[in-house]
């Protein structure tokens, strides 16, 4: 019996943070049925998402990424962008690519929030999980 593997893209910059989601996605889906990327950041995603996908090799592509209010409308950009490629990666494949690109509207390099945030990113990250094997469940349903 094979085992459907699954990839897990994550973005560098706020690590600790982000480094969460996979902690959460693999609360559901084994460790060593995911393998792991890293990019520098979260406008890196789309396109190693896509290559991921179209590589056949794994269920579905989860994305992780943590894109902050750095005082420009810099993030609002870099967000959009990002969850349009991963939606377009996804729809280009025909393999789920799913987002844990998460922009907080009031963010600030506190002690408190980052707390928070982990805290968010493992919940996120079980929930791509779920979605990824919910997905893969429909699909072969679909197939039968």
């Known amino acids: 019996m094979t085992h459907t593997r699954y990839a897990f893209v ?35 995603m789309p396109l ?9 090799r794994y269920g579905a592509v989860a994305c992780a990424a943590f894109v902050v ?11 959009q962008a990002v969850v349009d490629g991963l939606m377009r990666a996804g729809l280009d494949t025909g393999i789920p690519v799913l ?11 506190t002690d408190h ?8 990113f493992v919940d996120k990250g079980r ?3 779920s979605a990824a094997l919910s997905i893969a469940k429909a699909r072969a349903a679909i197939a039968a």
Do not use: M
């Open 10 to 44: 994550k973005a560098a910059w706020h690590a600790d943070i982000v480094d969460q989601a996979l902690k959460g996605f693999c609360e559901l889906i084994p460790a060593d049925l995911v393998d792991v990327f890293d990019v520098p950041g979260a406008f890196e």
């Open 48 to 56: 190693l998402a896509r290559d991921l996908a179209a590589s056949g």
């Open 69 to 79: 209010d750095g005082g420009i409308y810099r993030h609002d950009f870099v967000a």
């Open 99 to 109: 987002s844990v690109s998460l922009t907080p509207h009031h963010y600030q390099d």
């Open 113 to 120: 929030h980052n707390a928070i945030y982990r805290a968010h």
């Open 127 to 129: 929930e791509a999980a």
